[in-house]
């Protein structure tokens, strides 16, 4: 059986390949180390981008360990017998964004990660989804494949199930629009919430891990030859700034790393290079700006 | 005795008299105008500058009116007697954010706002915050005089008091630093927390609405004619990412407009027009880039 010492040695050796392959991508720039320890216990490893195809991104390893507490136990909506400071906890895994240079290429997100209590509660955690600046029906479609692929191997409610979730979490409730074009999103999946045994998820989450770089390798060689202009470039600042506005509204992770002393250079590498604010913009009727709007406002069933 | 009707007056008017002041004070452009209405009830009118001086910047008035409902009496923490739907709310003010577009010119925030129940239950909040990219100490002592000089002139614990709010209230956990040099920050004034009257508060919160054209006045003309190069700008823009930061994370307001279905454009005319993020930014050691994060790392005592 998997045990929580392997998942995490297996999580780092992710983040390893995965910048190796990122930099393969980009081409141009290799990624920096951060290392830090947690005061409470545990610690992680933060790499960061700045490269000609990636203009920046950082690729996390974290595995923090410590004392449950009430507030945890209380957040999380934990069921137990067990007093909250008598509990430890394990929560380890790599979190993923990549904002591209060029416009016409998608941000990218993932995170795959594993907790567990000193009970014997467990689950995993994680997804992965797309959010291009200007919608590609073609590159979303895609892109969905892949993800179908990898949760097909493991159990056909998967695509269906995750891709919904993601829709629903992914979601701009406050502009009426999804941040992209989606993807999967899973969470707390153990044995009693999917029937499948624990190797049998860490099979499924270890996948989802090795999707990464070739799914986005599909959308950056699809796009980065592409013409563009500075209307483009417009539009990816206005995009990027919908991108800040759900990471730091709505993103469950972010907010409750922000307001529990995470570790916030970290948690805020997901933030873009840059990012533009207009007040009440509307792109011209018909316009690709406005294709895109089109898509983001009316959930798509890519496949 | 002062009424709703008469404080609503007034703060529309307040609104029309601040972007004629800041009209004059940008010397080239001038304000838009959004008038909107509220499917619930009441509505406002969001006003919106892109100007030389300032670069984006918003005054805003509603008035709104509706069922208080469960959930706004709970996060209110309002002590009733009478069942939440058969609580009516009005909830006025004003609201303004300023980016200029000098990096040593400051970013401003004003609010004043009146809120009332149909039990009785009423009060004043609101405040003024000076944010610069760069804190020059003789400005933010001259800031402070100003928001003095209008407190005492009603209640001279008003200053004291106001002032720590604000340095507890405008404070960014996650970097452990303050969003700017401070200012005044009060809510929930009424007789009973206060000692003062109605219309003696009314007094009060209308000299505050009254001090913002004069106390910008003074810092835009004290900086406005510095020189500034390209690391000023950038710096600026650095800055504005923790303005952003400040309003999509702690800002209580923000976060309660955009989860409870507010006007999107208007709660978020606070956005800079645009912002910059780098991972792990440090200012080279004595620059004055690093000089004001100092400022901004430990609060000061400006008067």
């Known amino acids: 059986m998997i045990n929580s010492t392997l998942i995490q040695d297996w999580f780092k050796q992710l983040q390893t390949d995965i910048c190796t392959g990122l930099e ?34 950082g690729v996390a390893f974290s595995a923090v360990t410590g004392q449950a507490g009430e507030k945890m136990i209380k957040t999380l909506q934990i069921e137990t017998n067990i007093a909250p400071e008598e509990l430890n906890f394990l929560a380890t895994g790599v ?62 409610d998967f695509y269906p199930q995750f891709k919904t979730w993601a829709d629903k979490y992914f979601y701009l409730s406050h502009r009426q629009e999804s941040r992209g074009v989606g993807g999967i999103f899973f969470d707390r999946l153990n044995d009693k919430t999917t029937g499948l045994d624990k190797n049998q998820l860490w099979a499924f989450v270890k996948q989802i891990g ?18 563009f202009d500075d209307t483009h470039l417009h539009w990816q600042s206005l995009r990027r700034s919908r991108y800040v506005e759900f990471n730091l509204v709505w993103d469950r992770g972010t907010h409750f790393g922000l307001q529990t002393n995470g570790r916030t250079e970290s948690i805020l590498m997901s933030m873009p290079p ?14 690709p700006e406005a294709k895109t709007l089109d898509y983001l406002k009316n959930v798509q069933n890519w496949l």
Chains 1, 2 share one sequence.
């Open 210 to 227: 090795q999707t990464f770089v070739p799914a986005y390798r599909t959308q950056i060689e699809a796009t980065r030859h592409l013409p």
């Open 274 to 287: 840059q990012a533009t604010w207009i007040y009440d913009y509307q792109p011209a009727a018909d316009s």
């Open 95 to 156: 979190s993923i964004v990549l904002h591209p240079r060029h416009p016409l290429s998608p941000i990218i997100h993932m995170n795959v990660r594993y907790f567990e209590l000193s009970d014997g509660t467990w689950w995993f955690g994680g997804g992965i989804d797309l959010s291009p600046h200007y919608v590609d029906a073609t590159l979303a479609i895609r892109f969905h494949q892949q993800l179908k692929e990898a949760c097909d191997a493991h159990n056909a």
């Open 24 to 57: 393969d991508l980009d081409g141009s720039a290799s990624f920096g180390t951060d290392n830090w320890l947690r005061a409470e216990g545990g610690g992680g490893c933060t790499r960061v981008i700045n490269g000609q195809t990636i203009e920046k991104g």
